[in-house]
């Protein structure tokens, strides 16, 4: 089974600067994706980056970066230049391939709050 | 291009009552998927269309809950009677393809609904 685990139930950081949001996997399947969502208060989910199991490089997304370790089956987000439209829930989610490859398997999420 | 679309934003309603759900995919989409999340369990698929066919509902709770896709731009998540323990966010969400593991769910602005 997979696993997704987001150690930081919240975080906070200075507007403008750069701040990490943990995440690690659990899959023996070698071929996976992992997303990233974000939920601001307002409930919607925004899907921010993807990254292939496969990808040579780390995946960026405007300020969002992708801080991909396959062998310590991490896969951080990196927000840089925090804004204050930056506070939200942050979801680390993970798809495998196989039989149930439309599966999202979702952490527990990691609030962030950028104080100005 | 429109997002995913879903109606009611909220629903108040009382217990046994019956409670209708409403999605629009993104146009061209063959894949929706219904979420529920809640604080204590976080974030569960319920069922998976893909090309207007329910593919996976094993996350559907109970019999009380029922959804069907009678067209590719429509769907409905029925709980009849509720409850409530079924006060939660329901998100609705589609994808171009559910069966890659690049493919990206959009999510709608979600439901929330509360159960007296």
């Known amino acids: 089974a997979q696993k997704i685990t987001q150690t930081q139930p919240g975080m906070f950081v200075q507007e403008k600067e750069a701040v990490t949001l943990d995440c690690t996997y659990d899959t023996s399947d070698p071929s996976y994706g992992l997303f990233w969502y974000k939920q601001p208060s307002s409930g919607e989910m925004i899907f921010l980056i993807y990254?292939?199991?496969?990808?040579?490089q780390n995946a960026t997304e405007g300020r969002y970066s992708l801080n991909f370790q396959k062998a310590r089956k991490s896969a951080n987000l990196v927000i840089s230049a925090s804004q204050l439209g930056d506070s939200a829930m942050y979801f680390c989610a993970m798809r495998v391939s196989g039989g149930s490859n439309y599966k999202l398997t979702f952490g527990k999420g990691t609030l962030l709050t950028v104080n100005p | 291009d429109a997002g995913v679309i879903q109606s009611p934003r909220h629903e108040v309603t009382e217990m046994g009552q019956e409670v209708t759900l409403r999605c629009k995919p993104i146009s061209g989409h063959n894949s929706l998927f219904w979420y529920r999340q809640t604080m204590m369990r976080g974030l569960e698929l319920l069922i998976y269309f893909n090309n207007n066919v329910p593919i996976d509902d094993s996350g559907m709770p109970e019999d009380r809950f029922s959804a069907k896709m009678p067209n590719a731009s429509f769907s409905t998540l029925k709980i009849q009677p509720s409850e409530p323990r079924d006060s939660a966010v329901y998100f609705c969400?589609?994808?171009?393809?559910?069966?890659?593991?690049?493919?990206?769910?959009?999510f709608g602005p979600g439901t929330r609904l509360t159960v007296l």
């Open positions: 990254q292939g199991s496969y990808d040579q």
């Open positions: 969400a589609s994808s171009l393809a559910g069966g890659t593991l690049t493919d990206t769910q959009y």
